[in-house]
T-cell receptor, first 113, second 112 residues
Framework: DTGVSQDPRHKITKRGQNVTFRCDPI?????LYWYRQTLGQGPEFLTY????????KSRLLSDRFSAERPKGSFSTLEIQRTEQGDSAMYLC???????????FGPGTRLTVL | DQQVKQNSPSLSVQEGRISILNCDYT??????FLWYKKYPAEGPTFLIS?????DKNEDGRFTVFLNKSAKHLSLHIVPSQPGDSAVYFC???????????FGKGTRLSVIA
C-alpha cells in the first residue's frame, strides 16, 4: 500500500468558482479526517468520517464546504463560491481505529485568485 | 484559543548536537501526544507519540518526554542530522474519536 493519496496536488482557481478535492485513504482504514493548514499555522481540523458516516464537523467548515465519503472508501471535499481566504493546504489523514496514529496524505494546495 | 503551543518558531542546531523542541498545552484532558515532521509541499509525517500514562518514549534518535504537571512535552533528537531540517508539529488528542489539535510548528535547521 502506498499510503494516503490526494488529488490534485495543486489547484488555482478564481474567486467564486467551485472546487473539489479527492482523498484516497490507506486501504482498510475506516476513519478519514480533513484538515486545513494556512501559512504559519498548524493543521486545523475540518471534519471526519467513520466509514461513510460524517461524525463531526468543525465550526471552520462553513456552509460553502461539503464533504462526502459515499462508499466508505475515498472522500471528496467541495468548496463552493471560493473566497481568497480559502487559500490553504487541505490535508487528509486516515487511521484504522481511534487509538491509532493518523497518517497524512501530501495535501492539496489551493490558491484562490 | 491555542490549546497546543509551540513558542519557538525556529531553532538552529549544529550537526551532531542535540535538538530539543518544546511544546506546551493547556487542556489537562489531553491523553495522547504526537510529533509530526513536515517537509515543504508534503503532508505531515508521523515521528513518535506518547500516552499520558508514560513520561518518556524513545525510538532511535528520537525521544519524547512528557511532564503532565507542567503540561509540557519535548522532543529530543540526538544526534541531529541535516536531513532532520523540517518543520516539527506537536499534536494532542483527547482520546477516542477526537481529531488532533496541532501547535503552530517549529522550524528546525540542522547546520552541517
Amino acid at each position: 500500500d502506498t499510503g494516503v493519496s490526494q488529488d490534485p496536488r495543486h489547484k488555482i482557481t478564481k474567486r467564486g468558482q467551485n472546487v473539489t478535492f479527492r482523498c484516497d485513504p490507506i486501504s482498510e482504514h475506516n476513519r478519514l479526517y480533513w484538515y486545513r493548514q494556512t501559512l504559519g499555522q498548524g493543521p486545523e481540523f475540518l471534519t471526519y468520517f467513520q466509514n461513510e458516516a460524517q461524525l463531526e464537523k468543525s465550526r471552520l467548515l462553513s456552509d460553502r464546504f461539503s464533504a462526502e465519503r459515499p462508499k466508505g472508501s475515498f472522500s471528496t471535499l467541495e468548496i463552493q463560491r471560493t473566497e481568497q481566504g480559502d487559500s490553504a493546504m487541505y490535508l487528509c489523514a486516515s487511521t484504522l481505529s481511534p487509538l491509532d496514529t493518523q497518517y497524512f496524505g501530501p495535501g492539496t494546495r489551493l490558491t484562490v485568485l | 484559543d491555542q490549546q497546543v503551543k509551540q513558542n519557538s518558531p525556529s531553532l538552529s542546531v549544529q550537526e551532531g548536537r542535540i535538538s530539543i523542541l518544546n511544546c506546551d498545552y493547556t487542556n489537562s484532558m489531553f491523553d495522547y501526544f504526537l510529533w509530526y515532521k513536515k517537509y515543504p509541499a508534503e503532508g505531515p509525517t508521523f515521528l513518535i507519540s506518547i500516552s499520558s500514562i508514560k513520561d518518556k518514549n524513545e525510538d532511535g534518535r528520537f525521544t519524547v518526554f512528557l511532564n503532565k504537571s507542567a503540561k509540557h512535552l519535548s522532543l529530543h533528537i540526538v544526534p541531529s542530522q541535516p536531513g532532520d531540517s523540517a518543520v516539527y508539529f506537536c499534536a494532542a488528542k483527547l482520546g477516542g474519536n477526537t481529531p488532533l489539535v496541532f501547535g503552530k510548528g517549529t522550524r528546525l535547521s540542522v547546520i552541517a
